[in-house]
């Protein structure tokens, strides 16, 4: 009778575990990997008329600066096709080389810059209003690098400037006067530069009360920004292999683009003390400088603009995972829009993963 029941007993733990395998086998074959290791594919690409400098994107329409040829427009909502005709610009000499849009009026804004001089910095900002560019009154951005739009509660234009009148100071700050109905220089916006005099800031990512910046050979720099109307000061630093072109923040975590050393991850755990945890070496990149966090935070997308779109799995925020290139003949500018990765290509145009 025991050598029965001992029998019964082990042909029941034998079925059992044969029925948990079968299911766990099931259950891999339904996901057997995960979306973030998945590359993005290209489902579209859009020519158009000109040379693509940049994008954004409002109401579900793709605006895109289109250099001499004004801002091309791409319908998202109707199997991406290009709006025709191309906004033209009336009353513009330069060549349009920004698109952004201010979250205060939900307005489309665009900049130019001087074609005579050959200077790839914009000048003067423009909104769109119906299909004419009308000038924002009070706002001269002669040689900004990166601008953006910020709310708090007030809509801030933050403007990285360099070499303006000889000097080396690069973060300005923008700030609409509803009164004036203008937009003014706030008086505290020009008082930081890195300590090393060649050294400019490339690009900010604002979290207030701080702010992250990248600024070339002389590393990565934590802001403190008490008050809009306070010119920033440095309060923590890092250094980081090469020159740091470009940041993006994930919690406590920053992403530095180094140009040909990589991805840099930084913790900002302790905004006074950033601390570099590793360096994700890309091959054969020579010019890695912006990066973007998709909508789900699950990749990392890394344009050099020579190679294309580089893209990294975050499964790991803080430990990265090179997955594979985004062909690409000469991006510009990236933007994330839902779960698509819009690339502006000088060469092909707009260019649609997903």
């Not at 050959?118 to 009154?137: I, N």
């Not at 403190?224 to 090469?242: K, L, R």
């Amino acid at each position: 009778m025991n050598r029965l029941h001992a029998f019964t007993t082990a042909m029941i733990l034998i079925v059992t575990t044969l029925v948990v395998l079968l299911f766990a086998g099931c259950a891999q074959e339904k996901d057997p990997v995960t979306p973030a290791n998945i590359l993005p594919s290209r489902v579209a690409t859009i020519t158009t008329p000109g040379s693509t400098t940049d994008l954004t994107v409002l109401n579900d329409t793709v605006y895109i600066a289109d250099n001499t040829m004004g801002i091309a427009r791409v319908a998202l909502r109707n199997q991406y096709q290009l709006v025709i005709p191309n906004l033209e610009p009336t009353n513009i000499f330069g060549e349009i080389v920004w698109v952004g849009h201010d979250p205060r009026s939900n307005q489309l804004l665009v900049a130019d810059r001087d074609a005579s001089t050959g200077s790839r910095f914009p000048k003067q900002v423009y909104s769109l209003l119906g299909d004419s560019l009308v000038s924002l009154p009070g706002l001269d951005v002669s040689g900004p690098r990166h601008m953006e739009f910020f709310s708090d509660p007030d809509t801030v234009l933050r403007i990285n400037k360099s070499d303006i009148n000889g000097d080396l100071y690069n973060i300005y700050t923008y700030k609409y006067d509803s009164d004036l109905g203008a937009w003014a220089l706030t008086p505290g916006g020009t008082n930081y530069r890195p300590n090393v005099p060649s050294a400019d800031v490339q690009m900010a990512v604002w979290d207030k009360p701080y702010a992250y910046a990248a600024a070339e050979e002389y590393g990565f720099v934590v802001l403190s920004i008490p008050s809009y109307d306070v010119g920033p000061t440095e309060y923590g630093y890092t250094d980081v292999p090469g020159y740091a072109l470009w940041v993006e923040k994930l919690d406590t975590l920053c992403y530095v683009a180094t140009r040909s050393r990589g991805v840099s991850v930084v913790s900002v755990a302790n905004p006074a003390q950033p601390r570099l945890l590793t360096t994700i070496p890309v091959p054969n990149s020579e010019s890695m400088e912006k990066l973007t966090i998709s909508t789900d935070k699950k990749r990392l997308y890394a344009m050099d603009g020579n190679d294309g779109i580089y893209v990294l799995g975050l499964s790991n925020p803080a430990q990265p995972v090179l997955l594979g290139l985004l062909p690409s003949i000469s991006p510009n500018s990236m933007y994330v829009h839902q779960d698509m990765l819009l690339v502006a290509d000088q060469s092909e145009g707009l260019i649609i993963y997903r």
